[in-house]
Structure formats: C-alpha cells, structure tokens
C-alpha cells in the first residue's frame, strides 16, 4: 500500500469522496453532517491523501490545520471492495505522523454516535483518542461524538 497526498481532482477520488458524502446522508441528518465536500477537501487548510494497491484506490484520509498546535482528522473513507484489511489503520498512522511532523500537540475528530460509527469509533480508541466535548465550532449534538488525542 501506497499513500500519497491527493489533489482530490482524481476520478476515483472523486468517487470515494461522493460515496461518503451519501453514507452520512443516509445515516446522519443535515444538521449533523460534518464531513467536506470536495471543494472542502480542496482548501489551502485541509490535506488530503489517498492509498492506492497499484491502480486501485484502497482509501483516503484528510488533516485541517485548527492552529499551530492543533489539527482535526477529516474524511476517513474506506473503499467498500477494501474494508477490514487494515486500510483506515495505515491512512491514521500516516496522518498522525504528519501531525508529529507539523508540530502538532493535538488531533480532533468528530464522527458520528450511530451504531453505523462504531466500527470508525473502535479504530479512533485502538490509536488512543478518547472522548471529549465540542472543539473548534462545534457544538453538542446527539448525532456526533467528539475524540481527541494529545500526541
């Protein structure tokens, strides 16, 4: 597995990015859904990367600059032909050491609190991140659960 970082112009990004989008369609409401678009992905404070097995897309993974100190997790997606192979735990492991490398003391994340999430929440606490309230202008919902860890 390869992980580069993604312009998100790509065609089978594009895809997995569109494929997102309508999963927290189907499981979160309007008012709950955090995750970017792909005009999102594209701006100067977001990076994204994407693994590729050869030709094939395996996922993707994106970090937003909350600060100098501080990064949020985005758009972690999984391509469907590729779940459960350790897809998501390598585009994590990546993003963490690009925070590391940044100088980041902190990574946020938001995710959803449905029983469609556990599997991406089980992921976050595996890596350490643990339960905390609303950061940056989030506020509490009941739909979304908030992680971070210090790193």
């Given amino acids: ?17 569109l494929d997102h989008l309508q999963s927290m369609a189907i499981h979160s409401p309007p008012e709950s859904r955090h995750a970017l678009n792909l005009e999102g992905l594209r701006e100067s ?6 693994a590729w097995e050869g030709n094939e897309l395996l996922g993707c993974g994106a970090l937003k600059e909350l ?7 985005k758009s972690m997606k999984t391509a469907s032909n ?12 990546h993003i963490i050491e690009e925070a590391r490398t940044r100088g980041y003391k902190r990574l ?6 449905m029983e469609a999430f556990v599997p991406a929440r089980k992921l976050y606490e595996s890596f350490g991140f643990h339960y905390c309230p ?6 509490e919902d009941e739909n979304s659960m908030f992680m971070m860890k210090e790193i």
């Avoid at 580069?4 to 112009?9: G, I, L, P, R």
């Avoid at 600060?67 to 997790?73: C, L």
């Avoid at 946020?108 to 609190?113: A, I, K, P, Y």
């Fill in 1 to 17: 597995m390869e992980i580069h970082e993604d312009n998100v112009t790509g065609g089978e990004i594009t895809a997995l990015i």
């Fill in 45 to 50: 404070d977001i990076t994204c990367w994407s």
């Fill in 67 to 73: 600060g100098d100190t501080h990064g949020e997790i």
């Fill in 82 to 93: 590729h779940l459960r192979k350790g897809v998501s735990k390598k585009i994590l492991q």
């Fill in 108 to 113: 946020s994340l938001e995710t959803g609190s």
């Fill in 134 to 139: 609303p950061f940056a202008s989030y506020k």
